[in-house]
């Protein structure tokens, strides 16, 4: 690919059509390249934000824990089941409680 601009050789996309590394859209405003790697600067946003290896709990894993202890999904082991049945409990009684007082 072609630079639009001056025509060198290995060209980049850009929304404004190929570009070499001296006509990207960063270096016609006089800014350095964007950071190359987006695992190591998502790593670097979850560590500033004391997330633990990217992972936040999410209402997929509520959902997955209520399936598993009313048995309509498979699960590992008796004791995975129990844990997910105690815990299902649980929230049952806290909802219980938070709509009585």
């Known amino acids: 690919m072609n630079c639009r601009t001056c025509g060198a050789e290995g060209a980049r996309p850009y929304g ?3 570009q070499c590394p001296l006509h ?3 270096a016609v405003a006089g800014r ?3 950071y190359a790697d987006p695992k190591l600067a ?3 946003l979850y560590a500033a934000r004391g997330i633990k290896h990217g992972y936040e709990a999410h209402a997929g894993s509520l959902i997955d ?3 598993i202890a ?3 999904r498979r699960f590992k ?5 129990r844990a997910a049945q105690q815990a299902e409990d649980a929230r049952k009684q806290a909802e219980k409680a938070r709509r009585k007082g």
């Open 16 to 18: 404004t059509g190929p």
């Open 70 to 72: 009313s048995g309509r």
């Open 42 to 44: 998502l790593e670097a």
């Open 24 to 26: 990207t859209p960063a």
């Open 65 to 67: 824990e209520r399936a």
């Open 77 to 81: 082991s008796v004791a995975q089941y």
């Open 32 to 34: 350095p390249e964007p």
